[in-house]
């Protein structure tokens, strides 16, 4: 069956500081690949979406990038914030209409002062 | 414009008995999603409605388990009778002909 990996250890990182997430997957690839932010006791919110056939997706300080030889997608923060700590969640979408997706377990951001 | 609500916030029941989750999609999506997050596991899928039709329900664990959406609108998922392993937090989601997914804050479900 398809296995996500995410770092499962947290990552800290200094204010102003590039974060880097890694997203890892086994088999087949998705038709898309979502992003999505979770802070402690609420839902899950919509960062970015790429598709199968797009390298490189970005929004504000924001970028995704989709590599479907290696099976992994890595999630970009620039100039991070302390606003920006949170866990990071990757989600599988193989239907390609968002109906079933699968994710990983997240990693938790903590962007320090 | 309101999110996806779900109610209650939180429940704690013995083992044996019943209870129902609630779920207000933000108005117009016709498309509702059930997923749950057991301790220490990823977030899984359970089922999708269409309107008040189930699209898929290939998650649902076992036949404790029943989801109904009523014209459409609500949803309602019932655990009966609760297992300590259906300790978790139960998200909803709703979407309108895209790919994009709304989630509503969770119902956190303690079994004891």
């Known amino acids: 069956s398809q296995k996500i990996e995410q770092n499962s250890e947290a990552l800290n990182i200094q204010e102003g500081k590039t974060a880097t997430l890694t997203c890892n997957y086994t088999?087949?690839?998705?038709?898309?690949l979502q992003w999505y932010r979770q802070d402690p006791g609420r839902g899950p919110v919509f960062l970015l979406l790429i598709r199968e056939n797009e390298k490189e997706k970005r929004k504000e300080r924001l970028k995704v990038t989709f590599d479907t030889t290696l099976k992994q997608s890595l999630f970009h923060i620039t100039a991070s914030q302390p606003a920006d700590s949170a866990t990071y969640l990757c989600a599988l979408d193989f239907t390609g209409g968002g109906n079933k997706l699968t994710f990983g377990t997240g990693t938790q951001l903590k962007v320090e002062l | 414009e309101a999110g996806v609500t779900q109610f209650p916030s939180h429940s704690v029941i013995e083992k044996g008995q019943t209870v129902t989750l609630r779920c207000d999609p933000i108005s117009g999506h016709d498309n509702l999603y059930w997923y749950r997050r057991v301790m220490g596991k990823e977030i899984k899928f359970l089922l999708h409605f269409v309107k008040e039709s189930k699209q898929d329900e290939s998650g649902m664990p076992n036949n404790r388990f029943l989801a109904e959406r009523t014209g459409g609108t609500y949803s309602t998922l019932k655990v009966q009778p609760a297992e300590l392993e259906d300790s978790g937090v139960y998200f909803c989601a709703s979407s309108q002909a895209t790919t994009i997914l709304y989630f509503g804050p969770g119902t956190r479900l303690t079994v004891t």
């Open positions: 088999n087949y690839s998705p038709a898309y």
